[in-house]
């Protein structure tokens, strides 16, 4: 990474961490927000109801059904929309270890990061160490509301249908229906599905029949 790029990065973190505490009011410390007890707490300046009440929890605390401990982020009507889970726990269906960090979409899905590689529907999975420092969110996986496997890197490549794919941070991950049949893949490697030569780092769809809709290898970064 060159020293212009490394310094465009600061600048994008420090401005992105600057913009999301201007959103925010200041610190509320011992706060109670809809009978939960908080080291402090904070609000959301516009008050839209869309937006959330962030804060650091006293102890275990169980918020949905969920065990949650350290941050946890709510709707103004108390529902949970961020969590770090207390205790190896289920997330519609899912087992996940302690730690395990779970986003509720608006459209209710799940965006799950973990320290370790889980196995989810069979799939083995990269882990996202959150932890880490200028973490930026980049997305570990999805569920479907109910529990089926939306969208994941995996740890290596894989066989899915018969077509080889592979992790692919740049290129996109793997994109599944709700019944588990392939969308959209990065290949892994020169091969021929359906009859049409398809190389390498090719991105692939499918329809929800199983037909290749598109193939080709698309530009990264221009080039």
């Not at 959209?184 to 190389?199: F, L, N, R």
Request: charged share 30%; aromatic share 14%; hydrophobic share 35%.
């Amino acid at each position: 990474m060159t020293k212009r790029s490394i310094i465009l990065l600061l600048f994008y973190f420090f401005t992105l961490v600057n913009t999301a505490w201007g959103q925010y009011s200041k610190w509320e410390k011992n706060a109670n927000y809809h009978g939960i007890e908080f080291k402090k707490i904070r609000y959301r300046k516009d008050g839209k109801e869309s937006l959330f009440v962030n804060g650091i929890l006293k102890q275990k605390t169980v918020i949905d059904g969920y065990p949650c401990h350290k941050n946890v982020t709510l709707t103004k009507d108390g529902r949970l929309k961020f969590f770090i889970l207390a205790e190896d726990f289920e997330v519609a269906g899912n087992l996940f270890k302690k730690e395990t960090q779970v986003i509720i979409r608006s459209n209710d899905d799940f965006l799950i990061y973990t320290l370790y590689k889980p196995v989810v529907k069979g799939y083995h999975i990269k882990k996202t160490n959150y932890k880490k420092l200028f973490f930026m969110g980049s997305t570990n996986f999805q569920l479907y509301p109910k529990g089926e496997l939306k969208f994941f890197q995996p740890a290596e490549d894989i066989e899915i249908e018969g077509i080889r794919c592979k992790p692919s941070a740049v290129r996109g991950g793997i994109h599944l229906y709700e019944n588990g049949r392939l969308k959209e893949c990065t290949s892994a490697k020169d091969q021929v599905i359906q009859g049409k030569q398809v190389g390498k780092n090719f991105n692939l769809k499918f329809n929800q029949e199983g037909n290749l809709t598109y193939a080709k290898k698309e530009k990264v970064f221009g080039k």
